[in-house]
């Protein structure tokens, strides 16, 4: 199953007007295609908003009882299609029936006066899909039936968000191996690196993990699952109120997390916090790297190092009222892990937040 790559991700939203206007002003984003009643479409809106190699769509219904209405009510606003590029979408498609995954939408021709792009799409978990995106060529915006928006690129004060490195998804307890073997058996993916309850565990509250990726290592696709705690676990807070599994965050990688970090909170973007505690024993833990210490401690951005190098990470909290979807900004030099030497203080903070809400 040969993949080249993320296409796009698009979210399902009460609200994409609204939703495009904080991608784009709190993230940086650029509004690049539309697609509405102003170009025809009469049951739905649709945002494209690019930054880099990264492309967000963002859909919501323009009726009650509509498919991506169901999909809002049900699980507010989140991730409906991790859309992946391949050479050829109908035998990506062909393929993936043929090894067991369930079809949504047989392979179709989108043209216009810019080309063609075919598209097909098979469900993973809870109510996500992957859409398979041949694109051979098109020099439209987006997909045909998409309006190119002119708009003016805010990228000078922007934080230089570069690519997507990988997107988790939460399933529900006993389910992880389920998804592992889905993803082993439909995409030919292989389990890269795994983390017990053992090595995320809080006080209260413990996950397990199994990261899934393709043969190039472009797609990144870590499972997670609830761990039993003496707490409820952070995972089990978003299968609440997502309503079933779906995708947990979306990390975005940066070439400079400093200024990155800067530039989203200036606009408004706010991160979970780290304690002070963690700032004295990191320096150690990690060794020498190219950043200052003080920048890391002022921004409150988690460091990391594994036998490949080191890795600086930081995570938004949650991008709507639901405590679900949340956004992840990841510096890799040279490190391909996680940063599993941060799941302590990463999940200490959750928690907190997760005390604030009551759901702890
Ligand atoms: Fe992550």
Request: hydrophobic letters at 35%; proline letters at 4%.
């Amino acid at each position: 199953m040969p993949l080249d790559g993320w296409d796009h991700v698009e979210l399902w939203v009460g609200n994409a007007k609204q939703a495009a206007y904080y991608y784009e002003h709190a993230y940086g984003f650029r509004r690049t295609a539309y697609a509405g009643p102003e170009t025809g479409v009469r049951d739905r809106a649709s945002y494209v908003v690019e930054q880099s190699e990264i492309r967000l769509v963002l859909t919501c219904a323009l009726h009650p009882g509509h498919e991506i209405a169901d999909h809002a009510y049900a699980h507010g606003d989140g991730v409906k299609d991790i859309a992946l590029r391949v050479p050829d979408a109908r035998r990506a498609y062909e393929e993936a029936v043929q090894r067991g995954a369930r079809g949504v939408r047989e392979p179709q021709t989108l043209e216009d006066d810019f080309g063609a792009v075919e598209l097909a799409t098979i469900a993973t978990y809870g109510d996500v899909v992957h859409t398979f995106v041949g694109r051979n060529g098109y020099e439209g915006a987006y997909l045909p039936g998409y309006a190119a928006q002119e708009c003016a690129d805010g990228s000078e004060d922007g934080p230089g968000l570069l690519a997507i490195d990988h997107i988790v998804g939460n399933v529900e307890l006993g389910r992880m191996n389920e998804w592992v073997e889905f993803y082993e058996r439909v995409f030919g993916m292989t389990e890269m690196i795994h983390f017990s309850d053992d090595d995320i565990s809080t006080e209260y509250s413990a996950l397990m993990s199994k990261v899934m990726t393709d043969g190039q290592g472009k797609i990144k696709f870590p499972i997670n699952e609830p761990a039993e705690g003496k707490r409820k676990s952070q995972i089990d807070e978003y299968l609440e109120f997502n309503h079933g599994p779906g995708a947990q965050h979306i990390a975005l990688q940066s070439s400079n997390i400093v200024r990155a970090v800067e530039a989203l909170q200036r606009r408004g973007v706010v991160f979970l916090s780290t304690p002070d505690t963690y700032y004295e024993e990191t320096p150690e833990r990690v060794g020498e790297i190219d950043e200052s210490w003080d920048d890391l401690r002022r921004l409150r951005i988690l460091a990391d190092r594994d036998d490949d190098g080191y890795l600086l990470q930081i995570f938004t909290k949650t991008a709507q009222d639901r405590p679900t979807l949340f956004f992840e900004v990841i510096e890799r030099h040279g490190a391909r892990g996680f940063g599993d030497g941060n799941f302590k203080a990463l999940f200490e903070a959750i928690e907190r937040e997760q005390a604030l809400r009551g759901n702890l």
